[in-house]
């Protein structure tokens, strides 16, 4: 029996020293960073905000492949089917959760297949006004809805982004009934608002900055626990005395393969963390919206946990699906 013991306290010291090792090492050869969305929008230009000082820390080129389709399955799906050395990371966050609500993928699960490693930052969500819409708060946005049920049209940039899951949320939370429009992303959907073909529209804050330049488009209010530090004087969801559903925004953070090493995991987190530190980095995220809110592995997967469950609770009592 001692000498079974020995042999795997042995065992298991070597197997530590060469996870210890290869973290050491780590990285000796160029990594792959998967973006499941295309190139140009704003989750592709958050991850190459972080890629290009992540090279400059690890010493090797990190470069961003866009796997673009499936509303982000195929991205992830190639992270996930990828080797577990660290040399292949992921773009992830808010859109595993909403692909394994919609149970929209069913040869990857996109919160189980992939290891948490860092939260980058969030970027609210916000409820817009065109010059058609006459409406100057959600208050007067809810009473219009109650007043003529099934009237109230708000886009969004596609069928089960997070903006489309936030317009059932809505519809659950103050008890409207409410029309969600979809279109092909937040520019078509903006260019309709302003054009006062439709009054209100749900998207992502980095999507709508560029259209708010002129007043012609008004913010009424956005997600997140407390007010964007972009915009101090819009009211959050919650102050409206709406749920803790809308405390979240659009998210994304780094991942990687099941069953990369912890100790390779772990560098990268210090390494991102330390990349979210530098001014240059900050401010090339503020420029796209973004509340750099860093978190670890641990921070991630309780987060993904906790949304699945509210998304899978809205997905279902709105009975939305996904082509």
Do not use: C
């Amino acid at each position: 029996m001692r000498f079974w013991n020995s042999l795997l306290i042995t065992a298991a010291a070597l197997i530590f020293a060469t996870a210890g090792a290869i973290a050491q090492d780590y990285p000796t050869r160029p990594i792959q960073f998967i973006v499941p969305y295309p190139p140009g929008g704003s989750t592709d230009l958050i991850a190459r905000a972080v890629a290009e000082p992540l090279r400059e820390r690890l010493g090797q080129p990190v470069i961003v492949e866009n796997r673009v389709g499936g509303g982000g399955v195929v991205g992830l799906e190639a992270g996930a089917r990828a080797q577990a050395d660290g040399y292949t990371i992921v773009l992830g966050g808010t859109h595993n959760v909403t692909i394994a609500a919609l149970a929209a993928s069913k040869s990857v699960d996109t919160i189980h297949d992939l290891k948490p490693v860092a939260i980058i930052g969030d970027v609210p969500n916000v409820l817009s006004a065109g010059p058609s819409a006459k409406i100057s708060s959600l208050a007067e946005v809810i009473a219009k809805a109650k007043a003529a049920p099934g009237t109230l049209n708000f886009a969004h940039p596609g069928n089960g982004t997070p903006a489309h899951l936030l317009i059932a949320l809505l519809g659950q939370e103050a008890k409207i009934n409410i029309v969600a429009v979809p279109y092909r992303g937040n520019q078509p959907a903006a260019t309709d608002l302003l054009g006062g073909h439709v009054p209100l529209m749900f998207g992502n804050l980095a999507g709508t900055l560029p259209f708010m330049e002129g007043g012609k488009l008004k913010i009424l209010a956005t997600t997140g626990k407390k007010r964007s530090s972009f915009l101090p004087d819009v009211p959050t969801f919650s102050e409206t005395g709406l749920g803790a559903g809308f405390d979240t925004g659009v998210w994304a953070g780094i991942m990687v393969p099941k069953g990369t090493p912890d100790a390779i995991v772990a560098k990268l987190n210090a390494n991102i963390e330390a990349v979210l530190k530098m001014p240059a980095t900050v401010e090339r995220l503020k420029r796209l919206g973004t509340e750099i809110t860093f978190g670890g592995p641990a921070d991630f997967s309780a987060r993904m946990t906790s949304e699945h469950a509210l998304w899978k609770k809205v997905v279902t009592e709105a009975n939305i699906k996904v082509d």
